[in-house]
């Protein structure tokens, strides 16, 4: 049986989005090296956050991403805002009623913050 371990991210400065994702999550960060950070949730389940530099950077868009849910999706993102994303576009879904917002992380990473029950 297979189960989810980590979630890795390529990028420039692994510190950097390493801190992000830690702070957006409320997870522990570990710098391993330059070439390699962790976010981990503190109580130490998983799936753990993977950061590892690589040369090239972001092209297009990004096939996977994260989804996070949130009890007040405007607070959330302008503190995630604060943190170093950017904002994009906001949809909803009335027939399921749920409305996200797509935002970037520092290095451009897309993730969306939706809240069900609004629309």
């Known amino acids: 049986m297979l189960k989810l371990g980590n979630i890795t991210f390529d990028c420039a400065d692994p510190a950097r989005v390493a801190e992000f994702w830690g702070a957006a999550l409320g997870y522990k960060v570990e710098k391993h090296s330059e070439d390699f950070a ?27 991403h994260v989804d996070l849910a949130a009890d007040n999706r405007e607070a959330e993102i302008e503190r995630l805002i604060g943190l170093g994303a950017t904002r994009g576009e ?4 009335a027939e399921y009623g749920i409305t996200w917002t797509v935002l970037q992380d520092p290095e451009g990473n897309e993730l969306c913050v939706g809240q069900e029950g609004e629309h």
Request: overall charge positive.
């Open 90 to 93: 906001t949809h909803t879904m």
């Open 38 to 64: 962790v976010a981990s949730n503190p109580d130490g389940s998983r799936p753990y956050y993977l950061f590892i530099r690589v040369p090239e950077g972001r092209t297009v868009k990004n096939r996977v």
